[in-house]
């Protein structure tokens, strides 16, 4: 599945940002999806992930209770709401996705990735 990360941009502390998957290619359905983040000088590391039906979702610890991952099947994208951003979220955010049986947290898991798309947070 081909993917297409868009919706990065420049927020206040505080504020609120969509970001927004877009997956063509292959039946998106089929695939378990995730959010990875990666700031200058870390690792890639995982935020978020949902199960092909979307009814399972996993977070890491640094962003429960201020993100949600959700996914729309029908229109072939996943979602990723993130509020009350901190300077600490800022990063490039890439979607990933694998055909599998629940969610994982381990980015080479996940064969088809996005581009990333950038989020900055000011102070």
């Known amino acids: 599945v081909q993917l297409q990360a868009s919706g990065g941009g420049l927020v206040q502390a505080g504020g609120s940002l969509r970001l927004s998957c877009a997956a063509s290619g292959r039946t998106f359905s089929n695939y378990v999806m995730g959010w990875f983040r990666q700031a200058p000088g870390k690792e890639r590391e995982f935020v978020a992930g949902?199960?092909?039906?979307?009814?399972?979702?996993d977070y890491a610890e640094s962003v429960k209770g201020q993100f949600t991952i959700f996914r729309d099947n029908a229109k072939n994208m996943v979602f990723l709401q993130m509020n009350s951003l901190k300077p600490e979220d800022a990063a490039v955010y890439y979607c990933?996705?694998?055909?599998?049986?629940?969610?994982?947290?381990?980015?080479?898991?996940?064969?088809?990735w996005g581009q990333g798309t950038l989020v900055t947070v000011s102070s």
């Open positions: 990933a996705g694998v055909v599998r049986v629940g969610v994982t947290h381990v980015s080479w898991e996940y064969d088809s």
């Open positions: 949902i199960s092909w039906r979307g009814g399972t979702t």
